[in-house]
């Protein structure tokens, strides 16, 4: 089993590259129990779309 501070690490870095099934698996295991990494899920998400709306015009990283 995962711990908090392993699965909110790895809901970042699954904004920035794909997870492996065995990664997947337990990430969902986690969030089955615990309810304070799925309220972090939940905010990453929201983070990520509103990032999204105001970078829209972002060429790059420059
Ligand atoms: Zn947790």
């Known amino acids: 089993m995962l711990t ?24 969902r295991l986690h969030l089955l129990f615990c309810r304070g990494c799925r309220a972090f899920r939940q905010n990453i998400d929201v983070l990520r779309k509103v990032s999204r709306s105001f970078m829209g015009r972002d060429d790059g990283p420059n």
């Open 4 to 27: 908090c501070k392993h699965t909110t690490r790895l809901l970042s870095e699954a904004l920035d590259r794909p997870l492996s099934k065995r990664e997947y698996l337990a990430l």
